[in-house]
């Protein structure tokens, strides 16, 4: 048993044949996922995981764990430190020594990590909205610490940050700067130019910048939109800048709970670890290899994930341009979630009303600060998600 457990460390293992079936829907109902069970009422297009079985390589490193049997308290094997080392250096260009990472058991913690490490009573931390809710609550986990938001705007070609609004909103007690790229809701992937300009803004107000990257895998065109991790700004920035990533959004493992933050400089990685406390419980021992298989050998299933994820991005922004109206939608870069601009319906809480109207469940884009919009998650079947818009047309 020990053996089979040593074989999912070796780097030079074949990943099994993949299957590759996006179509087939598989039951989740009754499964205790909160995306299905929550509202089992609903027909559910909300929380950000997708309704595909995880890539063949992965449930194989699953299956050896649960063979050997027991699951005591784990730490991250050699195997994942390498797998995590060599997926920074192949596909983020960034080298990173097992000692600037810190293994975590999910990414939201991280950001509320930061927000305690590196705010005090009366400080402040930024975001840009709309965001991922988390990122306008985690202020409430540290003492006394309030929210300065701004809004992203459309300068024609792209959402971009509003550089005048962010000056004139910072204040001399903002501390933490977070920054999500590839942007969830906006599908939006940050260019080489905006991330380094957000850099300096950073290095200007003296803010830590945190940058969720964890939808990084999950761009559709990585030629056009290329991401620049924050791994990749120049050395100066180092004792600034803490990167947040893990593999459970692409590879639909999000429910295992892990995720790791790169701190390559001692002082900031210090103090964010030392307000982990006691808060934090031991990592889940099937996660680790769960993410060592993931960037191991899941690459070939990410590439036909999102050529998949690809068309149905495709269908649906024409879906919502051709037969939505009062609802417009703008081709999203990245993430498997589309975020649409319901205002020209005219009331108050679209998702409230699709779930009225059509027994939808959205997700609303007020706990993203952005009301009057919806987030519809298509990583699914595309026969479900054809369902799940013609519900929506039917109550237009
Ligand atoms: C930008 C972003 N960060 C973090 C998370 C959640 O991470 P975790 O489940 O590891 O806490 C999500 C989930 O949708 C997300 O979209």
Same mark, same amino acid.
């Given at each position: 048993m020990i053996s089979a457990l040593e074989n999912s460390t070796t780097s030079d293992e074949k990943p099994s044949a993949m299957i590759s079936d996006f179509d087939t829907l598989i039951p989740r109902r009754g499964s205790g996922c909160i995306k299905y069970d929550r509202r089992p009422e609903l027909d559910p297009f909300w929380v950000a995981d997708m309704d595909f079985a995880s890539a063949p390589a992965i449930l194989e490193a699953l299956h050896r764990r649960v063979d050997h049997g027991i699951f005591g308290y784990a730490h991250a094997h050699e195997g994942l430190n390498e797998a995590i080392h060599d997926y920074l250096r192949d596909r983020r260009g960034a080298s990173v020594a097992a000692e600037h990472i810190v293994h975590l058991g999910g990414l939201v913690p991280a950001l509320s990590l930061a927000a305690r490490a590196f705010c005090k009573n009366g400080e402040a931390l930024m975001t840009c909205t709309p965001v991922y809710p988390p990122f306008l609550g985690v202020h409430h986990d540290a003492t006394a610490v309030s929210l300065i938001t701004v809004d992203h705007v459309w300068d024609g070609c792209g959402w971009t940050f509003d550089w005048e609004a962010m000056e004139q909103a910072i204040t001399p007690a903002t501390r933490v700067f977070l920054l999500c790229n590839p942007q969830n809701p906006l599908g939006k992937v940050y260019s080489k130019s905006e991330v380094e300009r957000l850099a300096t803004f950073c290095e200007r107000h003296d803010l830590m910048l945190v940058s969720d990257e964890i939808h990084c895998d999950l761009i559709f065109d990585e030629t056009a939109t290329p991401h620049f991790s924050a791994l990749n700004l120049p050395e100066r920035f180092a004792p600034r800048t803490i990167t947040l990533l893990s593999p459970s959004k692409t590879w639909n493992i999000a429910g295992l709970g892990y995720a790791y933050a790169v701190i390559?400089?001692?002082?900031?990685? *210090?103090?964010?670890?030392?307000? *982990?406390? +006691?808060? !934090?419980?031991?990592?889940?021992? !099937?996660? %680790?290899?769960?993410?060592?298989?993931?960037?191991? +050998?899941?690459?070939?299933?990410?590439?036909? #994930?999102?050529? %998949? !994820?690809?068309?149905?991005?495709?269908? #649906?922004?024409e879906i919502i341009g051709s037969r939505c109206p009062g609802m417009s939608i703008r081709t999203g870069e990245a993430t498997y979630l589309a975020w649409i601009d319901a205002r020209g319906l005219g009331v108050d809480n679209p998702a409230l009303h699709f779930e009225k109207k059509a027994g939808l469940f959205l997700s609303d884009g007020a706990y993203f600060g952005w009301p009057g919009f919806i987030r519809f998650n298509f990583g699914c079947p595309r026969a479900r998600m054809m369902e799940g818009l013609g519900k929506m047309i039917d109550a237009l």
């Open positions: 390559t400089d001692d002082s900031p990685r *210090r103090r964010f670890c030392a307000a *982990r406390g +006691h808060t !934090l419980s031991e990592i889940n021992a !099937l996660s %680790y290899y769960a993410a060592e298989a993931a960037y191991r +050998h899941g690459e070939p299933w990410r590439r036909e #994930l999102m050529a %998949y !994820l690809r068309e149905n991005r495709d269908t #649906l922004v």
